[in-house]
C-alpha cells in the first residue's frame, strides 16, 4: 500500500485545513486508515481514524473540531477537516494505513504533511 498524503500548510489560529491522503496498491485486509500527527520533540500520537465498517475514532484534543471522512465511492481516499485549529495542533501529519489479520499486524505510513498553525 502506498500513500499520498497533501493539503497541509500555514494558517492562523481558528483557520481551517482538510488533509488528503490516497492510497493505492492492495486493500485486501486493511482494516483502517488514518491520521497520526507528531509535533516536534514529542512522540507521534493518533488524530482520528477511520475503520473499514465506519467506525470513527478520535484524540481526545481534536474531538469536536476535527472530522475523518473516506470517499465511499473508492474506500481509497480519506480526508481530515481541521477546524478551529490551534497553535498546539502544529505538528507533521501523516497518513496510517492498518493491515491486520490472522496473527499479523502491519502499518503503512505517508509521507507527512506540515501543518503550522500560527497564533
Known amino acids: 500500500v502506498q500513500l499520498q498524503a497533501s493539503g497541509g500548510g500555514l494558517v492562523q489560529s481558528g483557520g481551517s485545513l482538510r488533509l488528503s491522503c490516497v492510497a493505492s496498491g492492495s486493500f485486501r485486509s486493511i482494516s483502517s486508515m488514518g491520521w497520526y500527527r507528531q509535533a516536534p520533540g514529542k512522540q507521534r500520537e493518533l488524530v482520528a481514524r477511520?475503520?473499514?465498517?465506519?467506525?470513527?475514532?478520535y484524540a481526545t484534543s481534536v474531538k469536536d473540531r476535527f472530522s475523518i471522512s473516506r470517499d465511499d465511492s473508492a474506500k481509497n481516499t480519506v480526508y481530515l477537516h481541521m477546524n478551529s485549529l490551534k497553535p498546539e495542533d502544529t505538528a507533521v501529519y501523516y497518513c496510517n494505513a492498518n493491515r491486520r489479520g490472522s496473527g499479523f499486524e502491519y502499518d503503512y505510513w505517508g509521507q507527512g504533511t506540515q501543518v503550522t498553525v500560527s497564533s
Open positions: 477511520i475503520s473499514s465498517a465506519g467506525d470513527q475514532n
